[in-house]
């Protein structure tokens, strides 16, 4: 059996060369195209010009030995080169644009240029017969044409805007991102965002949609004194984003109109359809969105990424607040939060000691460090039984 032949490639820079070859040979047309055109129409334009002066007019366009007329169509001709050149150039990079711009396109959106602009020539004929017993012959192609603009813009502005339920754009995927954050009510009432906004750790635009601002209105006017207060510390928290940072609000709510449903469906659908990400510090909020291919920024995880990394044997100093739950413990914590549990601590309540880190364990909520106190401070009983109870027996 033979091998079949091997179709040869062709080189790119041959491809090159012959995109090259086009535009020279289109360069070319259009430059004679332009020369030929002003070249003829430069007679009309002298007759034209020097039509209020006999002598002029004789002398341009009959006097052959003065060569006037022939100057002139020289330079008309001229002219018309490089203007049908320019003009050649400009055309070619505008093609060379939209190609690139039909390239990166969706198919949803060509489908829907498509549809608007075939729509436009349907319609567009029938109003221009309908005025064409008002504006004169010579003026009904440029109607036309307007119409045709005008009708295919409305048409496509008309199906983006209800791209959520036609079927060529429903299904596609919007995994597109807008890098704009969407502010959940949970995280406007901690109100850490404004802080974290404010360091420039948030990139794109901030986006409150109308109904999380609806549950804040609903929360601050509640009968709950705690539950008015939070309500109004989140409205503050915006009042004081939206006077040092570009926050939008309600803008964009079309695309979650369902005002039945949750506030945090709404959310991720939101989310979804703008291509955009989620900041809150609502653990299951976090677990639904994540679920549905929704990126979450949690404020939550934020902070507990910044906590510093402490190691075992290191030395700390730290102030035992009140008792552990095992005997002898007490606690305390650090600066940011973490908290650390002494061995023999309890007998130490409100006194600021040096301890040594013994173990950090890492939970869900965050870390838990286990320190102990030195020998001469630590109390006997704990002495005794602290070695015990931190290292059991192992059985094989």
């Given at each position: 059996m ?42 009309p334009?002298l ?87 008002v ?18 813009t ?23 991102r ?139 100093t730290?102030?035992v ?17 973490t ?12 006194e ?6 013994s ?38």
């Amino acid at each position: 059996m033979q091998d079949e032949p091997e179709v040869a490639e062709i080189p790119e820079s041959r491809v090159h060369h012959r995109r090259q070859g086009w535009r020279v040979a289109f360069l070319i047309f259009m430059g004679a195209a332009g020369a030929i055109g002003l070249g003829f129409s430069a007679k009309p334009m002298l007759l034209l010009l020097y039509a209020h002066n006999s002598d002029l007019l004789y002398r341009y366009t009959h006097s052959q030995e003065d060569g006037y007329l022939s100057l002139a169509i020289s330079a008309s001709a001229v002219l018309g080169l490089i203007v049908g050149s320019s003009l050649g150039n400009l055309l070619i990079r505008y093609l060379q644009w939209m190609q690139t711009k039909w390239t990166k396109m969706d198919s949803g959106d060509k489908t829907t240029l498509f549809i608007g602009i075939l729509v436009a020539i349907f319609i567009a004929p029938i109003f221009s017969f309908s005025l064409a017993s008002v504006i004169p012959q010579a003026y009904l192609p440029f109607l036309l044409l307007i119409l045709l603009f005008g009708l295919s813009t409305i048409v496509i502005y008309g199906l983006q805007s209800m791209a959520d339920v036609l079927p060529w754009t429903k299904s596609k995927a919007r995994g597109k991102r807008t890098g704009t954050k969407i502010l959940d009510t949970n995280v406007i009432i901690d109100g850490r965002i404004y802080d974290v906004a404010r360091t420039g750790f948030l990139e794109g635009n901030l986006y409150v949609p109308g109904f999380v601002l609806d549950e804040l209105q609903y929360i601050a006017d509640s009968h709950d004194p705690l539950r008015r207060q939070r309500g109004r510390r989140g409205l503050d928290v915006l009042r004081h984003m939206q006077s040092d940072f570009q926050l939008e609000v309600r803008t964009h709510d079309r695309h979650a109109p369902e005002a039945g449903d949750e506030v945090d469906s709404r959310l991720v659908r939101l989310a979804r359809a703008m291509g955009a990400d989620i900041v809150t510090n609502d653990f299951n909020l976090n677990r639904v969105a994540a679920l549905q291919e929704v990126k979450v920024l949690n404020i939550n995880d934020l902070a507990l990424g910044l906590r510093p990394n402490v190691l075992p044997s290191e030395s700390l100093t730290i102030t035992v607040v009140r008792e552990g739950n095992q005997p002898l413990q007490g606690i305390g914590y650090l600066e940011d939060g973490t908290m650390v549990v002494v061995e023999g601590g309890k007998t130490h309540l409100g006194e600021t000691l040096d301890v040594t880190v013994s173990q950090v364990i890492q939970t869900e909520r965050g870390k838990m460090i286990f320190a102990e106190l030195p020998s001469h401070d630590m109390p006997e009983a704990a002495a005794v039984d602290y070695p015990r109870r931190r290292a059991p027996t192992r059985r094989m």
